[in-house]
């Protein structure tokens, strides 16, 4: 079968980091077409992409959709313009990988959500660690051997530039308003929910010392999710994340259950392509001893070899669902269930940040 | 110079530990008396304990602050009995290391704090880790390569069996009413403490989520603190806090600045008495790759092999402490504020839960 078509809206930075997953999948899916604002800055993309005489270049977002060679469109463009371009691919019967967070309201979400249900395509969000293989080997040893998760702790930051605080999309409420919390806090949530197996939370508050820019876009925000228990005698299930701008690079993800814990400090973007890792630390037996010369934790590291990088696998997945909708069957619904979970989690958050949740 | 004179008030496990710390350093303090509630109590632990012939068997805690041989006492009773043994103590000019959390209100913490201003009594609490040789060498590395900090995350954790749940002291309200919050945040709080160089933070609120029991002790409970800004452009700095009775253990000490972070898994208490670790991940000029091949942290194992535990190592600095008021000089007055910081911190977080904070 030849692959995918994949056309791409946008000529955005993170647009150049899938072309090279593509490029390693090109068995799997191909880029036939950008658009940009003008064909201009589209040329320039291809060309720097290495793309050139594989790429069509348009001037547009809508002719990338109204060429009847795309299959499926790849929106990198800022949250604030998803609504628009979605409800339009939609029309187009285009397959979506959309870049995340999804929107900045629950009504744009669910009109995105509704659109793509009613026009039969597969939408996906870009979070490129959920299709790394060391996450399905994180989700099997959370159940073998940390079982029941009782707590997760998620912190990812990076420190920000001046020219990003002042100029970056992230930092603009009309393009990007959930800031901070809609770009790094987003995979804190995501990581929550893979340890307890996609449940939604019941409630989400924000801590206390959240740090907004003059526009009301958060830099810094932590915030408590709680789980229902599973049973009344049962242990309260809780996560506490804290996401930032303004911290040095921080990726730290430690998942408790009552057999152990899982750690690593790079949940998101690996330290290595090709060889990575996780912890676990294992907890059955184990005291503090009574005189106190020690604890018997014992730690199993997880070493996993990869072929392709968690972006490469990520269009695996993507074209994987558009085939099978292609083939008759529907869009996967476990994608569409994730992302709209997560957006909504990351959504109250921003909500309890503005709303004062224990913010002081 | 002979052995500091130990008198200790009450056959707690705790006692045990101490006992057998103040036995390896043997040229600097020794147990000299133990006084329970009977002669027979104290007798057996004087027995178990291996101070046969060494230390006296007093059937009550006053008979102990009457002995003038007692130069020193070790006070481990419940923190609801505190307030009147120390003033006991006080009033007999003994020096006290007292186990914590202090005190059940900041009321009673003044007072104590006043007494033994007035007596001239060292006071100290029984926070091993805070004389770890390697505590010491954290805040070196903190200045040297972390500084400044922003943010600190400690979680401290054990899953208590059910006997403790039903039973142990530090469920029961008048006995040990700050439950978990004065067991083991305590030491998270000291941690955070330590990461600011003992400034007191402006702020500590409760995290949603709290668990208490039914007499209302905290059993689970999670905290952010807000220190000052050390200027107006300087981004917030933090911390936090999760402790908890029913989580598997846990001692997870995450401090990060801007030169990086700073982490171990075991700061409470460590997981080897004679070799120990911690960990310092390098950020200075890091950041997440363009085409994210991945990160260029790196990491560094700071390694220390310590003569002597911990709780040994307090010994020596509680008597060197109390040699030098004995020379004629003044109580050391860092440990005393290190102590009164930890407890109005820890009272905070209580009083944050049981107000509501933002609990939900």
């Known amino acids: 079968m030849a692959p995918l078509r994949i056309g791409i809206t946008g000529a955005a930075d993170i647009a150049r980091k899938n072309v090279r997953a593509i490029g390693i999948v090109k068995d799997a899916c191909e880029v036939v077409a950008v658009g940009s604002r003008t064909q201009a800055k589209a040329q320039a993309f291809i060309q720097e992409t290495g793309l050139a005489g594989r790429a069509k270049a348009y001037g547009s977002y809508q002719a990338v959709l109204d060429d009847p060679d795309v299959e499926a469109v790849y929106v990198p463009l800022p949250t604030g313009m998803h609504l628009e371009w979605v409800l339009k691919a939609c029309a187009a019967r285009k397959h979506i990988l959309l870049e995340k967070p999804l929107s900045l309201s629950n009504g744009d979400l669910d009109t995105m959500l509704g659109a793509a249900r009613e026009a039969g395509v597969q939408l996906m969000d870009g979070t490129m660690w959920s299709h790394n293989p060391r996450a399905t080997a ?21 420190r920000a530039p001046e020219t990003f605080l002042a100029n970056d999309i ?53 915030a408590t999710l709680l789980w229902p228990r599973a049973s009344e005698s049962e242990p309260q299930r809780r996560a506490t994340l804290t996401c930032s701008f303004e911290s040095s690079i921080t990726q730290d993800l430690i998942i408790t259950g009552d057999g152990g814990s899982l750690i690593l400090d790079d949940f998101c973007i690996p330290h290595h392509e090709a060889q990575q890792t996780f912890t676990v ?10 005189l106190a010369v020690g ?55 921003y909500d309890s940040v503005r709303g004062g949740g224990c913010t002081r």
């Open 138 to 158: 994180m989700s099997r040893v959370l159940q073998a051997q940390v079982a029941p998760v009782r707590d997760v702790r998620a912190t990812l930051a990076f």
């Open 295 to 349: 604890t018997t934790v014992t730690k199993e590291e997880h070493r996993l070899t990869l072929p392709e990088p968690q972006e490469a696998a990520m269009w695996r997945e993507f074209t994987r669902c558009v085939r099978a909708v292609q083939a008759g069957g529907a869009p996967d619904e476990n994608w569409v269930g994730r992302t709209a979970t997560t957006q909504r989690v990351v959504q109250a958050w």
């Open 170 to 222: 992230r930092v603009q409420p009309e393009l990007d308003g959930l800031g901070a919390i809609g770009d790094v806090g987003w995979y804190c949530v995501r990581a929550s929910l893979l340890a307890y197996d996609w449940q939604p939370p019941q409630s989400v508050t924000a801590h206390p010392g959240a740090v907004l820019n003059a526009a009301g876009v958060p830099l810094y925000a932590g």
């Open 281 to 290: 630390r294992c907890h059955t037996g184990v005291g503090f001893q009574d």
